[in-house]
């Protein structure tokens, strides 16, 4: 669902409300539920989370930076995947399987769980006119930092769907 996001509580509403359904699906599921590769990637839903946690650690870090008023500090990507693991997602995403595939689901969870509530903490820490301002962040590109928040929950969005589709669930 693609949503264009100019009121930071807006924003904040829909992200909450991402990560309430979510929380929702994965509580009333078994760890043998979660941990199955049964998606139709083969991949496990802990799977799943893993990459969005992984992913989710570039927006915390822009928000972290915008509160500090500092460049951002970015997880340290392995260097063969380049600067940028944006060029490379799907380099960049079998990095984070890899990395991330044994890691036990009570860890996975709880660490996606504590980084998204960070997440949503951080943001609503940032006044709103910096959060929709293009120019306030040099490192954003052209690009306001609700953009961040933006993709953060299209990229939750997009899974969940998917998620629910394969399991039989409706939105």
Do not use: C
């Amino acid at each position: 669902m693609e949503t264009t996001m100019n009121d930071k509580k807006q924003i904040l509403i829909m992200l909450k409300e991402e990560f309430n359904r979510w929380e929702e699906l994965l509580v009333s599921m078994s760890e043998e539920q979660t941990t199955a590769p049964n998606l139709s990637s083969n991949l496990s839903i802990k799977d799943v989370i893993a990459h969005l946690w992984a992913w989710q650690q570039l927006s915390v870090a822009r928000m972290e930076a915008a509160l500090h008023n500092r460049e951002p500090e970015y997880p340290s990507w392995p260097e063969r995947l380049g600067p940028d693991p944006e060029e490379d997602v799907d380099q960049t995403n079998a990095w984070i399987y890899e990395t991330y595939r044994d890691k036990p689901w009570s860890s996975v969870y709880a660490d996606w769980r504590a980084q998204f509530l960070r997440f949503l903490e951080l943001s609503e820490e940032i006044p709103e006119k910096d959060l929709l301002d293009p120019a306030r962040y040099a490192w954003m590109g052209e690009y306001p930092l609700s953009a961040s928040l933006q993709g953060s929950y299209e990229h939750h969005e997009e899974h969940l769907e998917s998620l629910l589709a394969q399991l039989g669930h409706k939105g």
